[in-house]
């Protein structure tokens, strides 16, 4: 048998890895640079899935191994057993729907039954009026009740993932708003809502639903408002809330996805904290979760190891990780702003806080 290289994350400052096992979405979501691919019909085959699972060693810095992307990994009939062989291998393992297909009791099943080490349900909004933005040929009550479905058979199933469902908002107030447009700064994605002001009752009824449909779950009005009114804009801050042990409801903060492409860059970088490393469909290694048609691949995993691409990049990698040197032109739009102006803003002020750590 032939011995495997293996990788290990940490030493190039990432600790979780997204394989994309194919390119395909069953939405089209306002906020996703999805739309934008060139490629939609990639797909990597079962050998190149396993060899990239078995060249990555499992380390406890590593948080864990996604298959996802930019694609809706449920479409992939594979993924299932692609889990299995994370898990068999030692590692946490995470799974991302937007739950569309939860309308099948038979993949709802196979996910319970599959048991990830994580379950995020990307549910984004969930407002009938705002549900349009993702794009869904379905009627929003039945995606609503799907996912009602789903958290009935994980507690029928007894299922141990930790399963969070992610709903969006920009964090920002009406007044801070107004100035970030008007400094030319990003104010968050226009097809998301504002503040937590404009999604808690969206919440509470949510929650109030899904209580009447699986009694098991507590509704408490009170205490939701409590939550969300001390919620942190910083995700991994957030213990969310918990409807029940290992099921909770999360705020995510928003920002325009499609950055890459429509931002003005600055001119010098700063260090990116990005923990991911991505995999896309096509076979080609991104340095981080935003890139969606392999601007910054570093190579291709079907032609190079995941270990040689790494060590060949590594000068790159540490460039990207520290700010240092002159970056591509990609990662400077990552940290500019949707104006020329905005970048101006973002480098003066950026120089007045380097001004004031000296």
Same mark, same amino acid.
């Given at each position: ?10 030493d190039?400052?990432?600790s979780?890895?997204?394989i994309?096992?194919?390119g395909?979405?069953n939405?089209?979501c306002e906020?996703?640079?999805y739309?934008l691919?060139?490629?939609k019909?990639?797909?990597l ?12 060693e499992?380390?406890e810095?590593m948080?864990?191994m996604?298959?996802s992307?930019?694609n ?6 594979r993924?299932?057993?692609f889990i299995a ?7 946490r ?14 993949i709802?099943?196979k996910?319970i039954?599959?048991?990830?080490t994580?379950?995020?349900?990307s549910l984004?909004?969930i ?13 929003f009550?039945?995606?609503?009740k799907?996912v009602?479905?789903f958290?009935?058979?994980a ?5 141990k993932?930790e ?21 030319g700064?990003?104010?968050g994605?226009?097809?998301m ?5 404009? !999604? +808690?009752p =969206?919440i509470?009824e949510?929650?109030?639903? *899904? $209580?009447?449909?699986e #009694?098991? !779950? +507590?509704? =408490?009005a009170?205490e939701?408002t409590k939550? *969300? $009114?001390?919620?942190? #804009?910083?995700?991994?801050d ?7 042990d290992n099921i909770?409801?999360k705020?995510k903060?928003?920002?325009f996805?499609?950055?890459l492409?429509?931002?003005?860059p600055v001119?010098?970088s700063?260090?990116?904290q ?5 995999i896309?469909a ?10 969606y048609?392999?601007a ?5 995993i079907?032609?190079?190891?995941i270990?040689s691409?790494l060590?060949r990049?590594?000068k790159f990698?540490s460039?990207?990780k ?12 990552c ?9 101006h803003?973002l ?12």
């Amino acid at each position: 048998m032939e011995k495997i290289e293996k990788a290990k994350l940490s030493d190039f400052d990432y600790s979780i890895l997204q394989i994309e096992t194919q390119g395909v979405c069953n939405m089209k979501c306002e906020f996703c640079p999805y739309v934008l691919r060139k490629n939609k019909s990639a797909k990597l085959s079962d050998e190149e899935v396993y060899k990239l699972i078995d060249s990555i060693e499992p380390e406890e810095k590593m948080e864990y191994m996604c298959f996802s992307h930019f694609n809706e990994p449920l479409m992939d009939k594979r993924i299932f057993d692609f889990i299995a062989h994370a898990k068999k291998s030692g590692h946490r393992t995470l799974l991302i729907t937007n739950s569309l297909l939860f309308k099948s009791q038979e993949i709802i099943d196979k996910l319970i039954k599959a048991e990830p080490t994580y379950i995020k349900i990307s549910l984004q909004t969930i407002n009938e009026n705002t549900y349009k933005a993702r794009g869904a040929n379905h009627l929003f009550d039945d995606y609503r009740k799907n996912v009602y479905k789903f958290i009935k058979a994980a507690l029928d199933g007894n299922c141990k993932s930790e399963i969070t469902m992610d709903v969006a908002c920009n964090f920002l107030t009406g007044k801070k708003r107004l100035l970030k447009k008007m400094a030319g700064l990003e104010y968050g994605d226009p097809s998301m809502p504002i503040s937590i002001d404009d !999604i +808690k009752p =969206d919440i509470i009824e949510f929650i109030r639903k *899904l $209580s009447d449909f699986e #009694p098991r !779950i +507590k509704f =408490d009005a009170q205490e939701i408002t409590k939550i *969300l $009114s001390n919620a942190s #804009p910083d995700y991994l801050d957030q213990t969310g809330i918990m409807i029940v042990d290992n099921i909770s409801i999360k705020i995510k903060k928003f920002f325009f996805g499609r950055r890459l492409s429509k931002f003005h860059p600055v001119k010098n970088s700063i260090p990116c904290q990005t923990r991911i490393l991505g995999i896309l469909a096509d076979g080609n290694v991104v340095p981080c979760c935003l890139d969606y048609d392999g601007a910054l691949a570093l190579g291709n995993i079907k032609n190079e190891s995941i270990c040689s691409i790494l060590d060949r990049n590594r000068k790159f990698l540490s460039a990207i990780k520290t700010g240092s040197g002159s970056l591509p032109e990609t990662c400077r739009r990552c940290q500019g702003a949707p104006t020329k102006i905005g970048t101006h803003v973002l480098e003066i002020a950026r120089h007045v806080r380097k001004l004031r750590k000296k």
